[in-house]
């Protein structure tokens, strides 16, 4: 169920900014993929561990450099940390122990960021042939 729910979220959110166009900003998905990794954060928090929360800071600080990454030189970056944190879902549980984080969440989350990693990917291959300013999501 969890990967249903996953791939069906990320298809809306991901569709409908499209079509809305309110990922024409290259900041979006890049912000996107800093709350993805945010969570466990959180997680860690309700975990109570300080040994987990500095574990989950360290991750989520990596994911974010590459989401700034992504946004000052190509979003590609972002496409391929969005697909990271899904393996990175995946191997989780074997990598820090998070009390904190519940039951399904990992198979929710790989569903979700590979899914927008693929349709992000999509939308800008798509965008890649248009006379996108930098300002764009297009602009590389």
Known sequence: MEFIVGTSLALFVCGAASMLGMDRD????PT??????????????????GRVLLSELAISAAFTGVAVAGFKRSLWLAV???AGHGVLDFFHPLLV???????R?????????????????CVLAFR?????????????
């Open 105 to 121: 969440w990992p198979g929710f989350c790989l569903a979700f960021d590979l899914t927008a990693a693929v349709l992000v990917g």
């Open 80 to 82: 391929a940390a969005l």
């Open 32 to 49: 996107v993929l800093i709350v993805i990794a945010s969570y466990y954060v959180l997680f860690a928090v309700i975990d109570g561990s």
């Open 97 to 103: 122990h998070n009390a904190g984080v519940p039951q």
């Open 128 to 140: 890649a042939g248009g006379t996108a300013q930098r300002s764009t999501l297009g602009a590389q």
């Open 26 to 29: 290259r900041v979006f998905y």
